[in-house]
């Protein structure tokens, strides 16, 4: 979705099905979006398939990779470019793990529409900063 131009698609669809799994009590990311899967063998109604999956995960590497941008410029994440995309969100924090450590972003608009980056990372990695619409 992203690479075909619907990044507020994405953005969405995160928010509409990966919240329905909050407002089941989902600690976990599940392996299909919520909805009632029948009694069966198992024993009871289910909200779905397997309660823990990676499949559902998607959403994890995409705020990373994409959200915050943090991306390595070196093998081993020597150097790293941090490129926060907008999203139409109005802020966005997490971290990123590397084998030196874990870079944590937050980034947010402020009330004059700038963006604010703030991040932490290791003293091994070297970071490179670029805000949206800069080269």
């Known amino acids: 979705?992203?690479?075909?131009?619907?990044?507020?698609?994405?953005?969405?669809?995160?928010?509409?099905?990966?919240?329905r799994m909050l407002e089941k009590g989902a600690?976990?990311?599940?392996?299909?979006?919520?909805?009632?899967?029948?009694?069966?063998?198992?024993?009871g109604d289910?909200?779905?398939?397997?309660?823990?999956?990676?499949?559902?995960?998607?959403?994890?590497?995409f705020l990373s990779t994409q959200v915050l941008d943090v991306a390595?410029?070196?093998?081993?994440?020597?150097?790293?470019?941090?490129?926060?995309?907008?999203?139409?969100?109005?802020w966005a924090s997490g971290a990123v793990p590397t084998p030196h450590g874990l870079i944590t972003?937050?980034?947010h608009i402020d009330p004059s529409g700038e963006l604010i980056i703030t991040y932490d990372a290791p003293t091994a990695c070297e970071v490179e900063i670029i805000k949206p619409g800069v080269a």
Request: aromatic share 14%.
């Open 105 to 107: 972003v937050e980034w």
């Open 72 to 90: 390595p410029l070196e093998p081993g994440y020597r150097r790293v470019r941090i490129a926060p995309q907008r999203c139409d969100l109005q």
């Open 46 to 61: 289910h909200w779905s398939r397997s309660l823990c999956h990676g499949w559902s995960a998607a959403p994890a590497y």
């Open 1 to 19: 979705m992203i690479s075909a131009g619907y990044t507020s698609d994405a953005i969405a669809l995160i928010r509409e099905q990966w919240n």
């Open 27 to 43: 600690t976990t990311f599940w392996e299909t979006f919520p909805g009632k899967v029948g009694s069966g063998d198992h024993g």
